[in-house]
């Protein structure tokens, strides 16, 4: 954003000399450091505060000081004030930069002005000269209802003025800025309030800082770079720059081959945001230069900088993945003796794990908000373990690490609320030499979409695990088997359990009903679990008659689907004589050759 020019109608020279003054008001007297001057009677002081105390009529209140203004250098003007009601153009507060008059009446000079009519009461800097007044500066917060703030003015030797304010004791904000070039003028300072009967005394008024700063000569500083999205780089300074140079694409020289569409300047000349006319290159190693740029007093400043881009994405199912379980370190065959989580992940993109939580049932832990690059590994463990971790890789601490219990837990990794992956692992995973500890559970395949046992099983590293490396166990060209029915058997006469070789995707399941069919039997599915579901039969099965089952439709946990199947079932009963028979006896096997007889 570009410094308004204010047009002046007339040019005069300035007053030069010099004056200070600061008034707190701690010691109660206006006579003395400084001398105030005004309606004295019609004003009181008390507890470190100036506030009106005039009769119960409408009047005016005012003071004023000496005060001479020195136009070579930067200017500034600060003060505080509480109105105890609601501003308007009856009930107005100004504050005098500089005056021709001591009295502050018709005088020419530049004040601050809050209250008019209205609700829209902003602070608004004039000019006055010869009885015509010309708007420098309107700020944007509006002080409509009992305001308390303080306001600073500054003024450059180049023209330049700013407006800012805030709450008494927080900080300024920058409202307005403009190019204003008539001179200050005037010998004195003051404030002038006007109000009606019923706010005759609720004027009230803290410190007052009136000064020349001597000229910065210090030029401005890069305090840091931001990269809000792919095409904008935001660039934040130490002190206000001068728009016009700071608005120039040739002063932000970029490599890589990179063009600035345009520029946007904060209101307080601060941050600049140069929007790039395409994407910056991710990954990549980028130089920029900042030349000619100059702070309002017109110092250079002349630096580079240079800085990677990741674009990093927000990891959903799948992108992030549970790949190594350290759930019980004791005994320690080489690796620290404490529980750890191995995350891995498995896209081409950067990703941010700001938000990111590790969790089971007992406790949720925060994982701290790192960028995790592409194929890349990361150890997640308790805070206190983050150094002996270290030299495994990457290190991630998580604030309130949950205990992982030795036989079995289930963790989940989720942003809010979003499910990014879950593994309920038990100790059963584990090949029955290495179920005692020491030993890790890793993900076979890190690409397989399931998280059941058949992906997991004990490292085989001599170390017990490989936190922050490829995996012991990895394996990514294990072919992805067909899921299909292992057993299908009759429970009792109304029920019957169906297992099945492969975890089974739990939407297919239950979502699908109708693919589960017998005819003349009406069926009622109930998932037990991953592997098996239990099918409940109207009217019962008869003892000893074969049924027909159809089976479609299923997705197995991996994603892959069943072929259409028809099996025979049924409620078996005891044998009865010749129901069965032996068929083969082999005897007497021979060393060589066949060696049996039907």
Not at 370 to 382: K, S
Not at 401 to 414: H, M, Q, R
Request: one cysteine or more; glycine letters at 8%; charged letters at 15%.
């Amino acid at each position: 954003m570009a410094l308004r020019t204010v047009t002046p109608l007339l040019f005069c020279l300035p007053f030069v000399g010099f004056g200070q003054f600061v008034d707190d008001f701690a010691d109660s007297n206006l006579n003395h450091d400084p001398v105030w001057v005004g309606t004295l009677d019609r004003l009181t002081v008390s507890n470190g505060r100036l506030s009106t105390n005039g009769p119960a009529e409408s009047d005016t209140a005012w003071l004023s000081s000496e005060f001479q203004p020195d136009g070579s250098d930067t200017l500034s003007w600060q003060w505080s004030l509480a109105l105890d009601f609601d501003p308007s153009n009856n009930n107005t507060v100004r504050f005098y930069l500089a005056a021709s008059d001591s009295s502050l009446a018709e005088t020419d000079g530049y004040y601050v002005r809050l209250g008019e009519n209205g609700s829209g009461d902003v602070l608004r800097l004039y000019h006055e000269h010869n009885s015509v007044t010309t708007t420098v500066l309107s700020g944007s917060a509006i002080y409509a209802n009992a305001p308390s703030l303080k306001v600073q003015i500054i003024r450059y030797p180049s023209g330049i003025w700013m407006l800012k304010s805030g709450l008494e004791d927080g900080m300024f904000q920058h409202l307005d800025s403009a190019v204003y070039s008539e001179p200050v003028q005037g010998n004195y300072a003051g404030i002038w309030c006007k109000y009606t009967s019923s706010n005759s005394t609720r004027f009230s008024f803290g410190h007052v800082y009136v000064d020349s700063i001597p000229s910065d000569t210090t030029p401005p500083r890069l305090t840091s770079l931001h990269v809000a999205n792919s095409s904008q780089i935001d660039l934040f300074f130490s002190e206000p720059l001068d728009p016009s140079s700071a608005s120039q694409v040739s002063h932000f020289p970029l490599s890589a081959a990179l063009d600035i569409d345009s520029i946007g300047i904060t209101t307080d000349s601060m941050v600049v945001s140069l929007l790039l006319s395409g994407p910056l290159p991710v990954a990549s190693s980028i130089h920029l230069s900042i030349e000619g740029v100059t702070d309002l007093a017109g110092n250079a400043i002349d630096t580079s900088v240079s800085f990677t881009f990741y674009d990093p994405i927000v990891p959903s199912t799948g992108d992030l993945i549970i790949n190594e379980i350290f759930a019980d370190p004791t005994p320690s065959f080489g690796l620290p003796d404490a529980e750890f989580i191995e995350i891995y992940n498995t896209t081409t993109s950067y990703l941010d794990l700001s938000d990111i939580t590790l969790s089971d049932p007992g406790k949720q832990g925060l994982v701290s908000p790192v960028l995790l690059g592409p194929y890349a590994y990361a150890i997640l463990c308790d805070t206190a373990f983050f150094t002996d971790f270290s030299s495994y890789g990457t290190v991630i601490p998580v604030v309130n690490f949950p205990s992982l219990n030795n036989g079995g837990d289930d963790i989940v990794l989720a942003r809010d609320s979003n499910l990014i992956d879950q593994v309920n692992y038990s100790n059963e995973w584990h090949i029955p030499t290495s179920s005692s500890g020491g030993v890790s559970l890793e993900r076979i395949d890190p690409y397989h979409p399931c998280s059941r046992q058949g992906n997991w099983s004990s490292s085989v590293s001599p170390q017990g695990g490989t936190p922050g490396q490829p995996n012991s166990i990895l394996d990514t060209n294990t072919a992805l088997p067909r899921p299909r029915v292992e057993v299908a058997v009759a429970l009792d006469d109304s029920t019957l359990l169906v297992r099945f070789n492969e975890a089974l995707n739990t939407d297919s399941v239950e979502l699908t009903y109708a693919l589960f069919e017998m005819a003349g039997i009406d069926l009622t599915l109930e998932y037990l679990n991953e592997y098996e579901i239990r099918l409940s039969a109207t009217p019962s099965f008869i003892p000893g008659e074969p049924y027909e089952l159809s089976v479609a439709g299923l997705i197995s946990c991996a994603g892959v689907h069943m072929t259409d199947t028809t099996l025979i079932t049924g409620l078996p009963v005891s044998p009865g004589r010749f129901d069965l028979v032996f068929t083969e006896v082999f005897p007497h096997p021979l060393s060589q050759g066949p060696g049996f007889r039907n």
